[in-house]
């Protein structure tokens, strides 16, 4: 199946490249009033008008071949079975857990902390602030009520 896909897609390239080139071989429609006025279009390789008939026809044949092999190429695509597989499939087993971080010097590991006597903890704190070792911090003041603000009015 995959030289299949290879095929078609080198069919594929040559075909946008041919169009590419068609294209810019034809003439545009404005080039028709250059040749009344004598633009030498008479002397072309397939005469005066015979070039309009022949790459506009193999312009629209290449057009239909691009199109085919671009559903070919879709369709392959999207009914591949892969055989290799995909990059993290050729992992094989889990990575390491990652080690734990070293406590600091003259610690003993598993022994609580706590903070100094008579220290508080500001409302909202996690419950084990005080034992984490921290500098207490003091509660913020609450916020001054304005008597002229309207923020607790009951609307009618």
């Known amino acids: 199946m995959n030289i299949w896909m290879t095929l078609i897609l080198i069919v594929h390239v040559l075909v946008a490249l041919a169009i590419i080139g068609l294209v810019l071989l034809q003439h545009g429609k404005g080039a028709d009033v ?21 790459l506009s026809r193999a312009t629209a044949i290449l ?10 190429l879709t369709y392959l695509a999207t009914h591949n079975t892969r055989s290799g597989g995909g990059v993290m499939d050729a992992v ?3 990575p390491a857990p990652a080690t734990p971080p070293a406590s600091p010097q003259g610690a003993v590991p598993g022994a609580a902390q706590s903070a100094p006597q008579g220290a508080q903890v ?3 704190a996690p419950a084990d602030a005080a034992k984490s070792g921290g500098t207490a911090v003091p509660a913020p003041p609450p916020p001054a009520k304005n008597p002229d603000s309207k923020a607790n009015e009951v609307p009618k």
């Open 34 to 54: 250059g040749a009344a006025f004598g633009s030498g279009a008479s002397g072309s390789l397939f005469g005066a008008t015979g070039s309009a008939n022949f």
């Open 63 to 72: 057009a239909a071949v691009f199109f085919l092999t671009s559903l070919g």
């Open 92 to 94: 094989k087993e889990a």
């Open 122 to 124: 500001a409302p909202g």
